[in-house]
């Protein structure tokens, strides 16, 4: 295949190199997030939902660290 691109081949083929994410999709208070699991805390790395309204909360923004009881 030829792929005919200004890009740089490292980030065409990103994927390729990079090992699987620890990320999870979860659901807290409501919210869809996407995060990072370190033991029993969760870091916020993106806010999946599609409600505006959930971005505006300043405890579940993308970088915070969410305490969970699991």
């Known amino acids: 295949m ?5 890009m740089p081949q490292e980030i065409v083929f990103a994927e390729q190199n990079q090992q699987p994410s620890a990320h999870e999709q979860i659901e807290y208070r409501g919210v869809p997030l996407l995060v990072e699991m370190k033991g029993n805390e969760a870091e916020v790395i993106q806010v999946m939902s599609t409600n505006p309204m959930h971005f505006l909360h300043p405890d579940i923004s993308p970088g915070q660290k969410l305490k969970l009881n699991v």
């Open 2 to 6: 030829i792929l005919y691109t200004t």
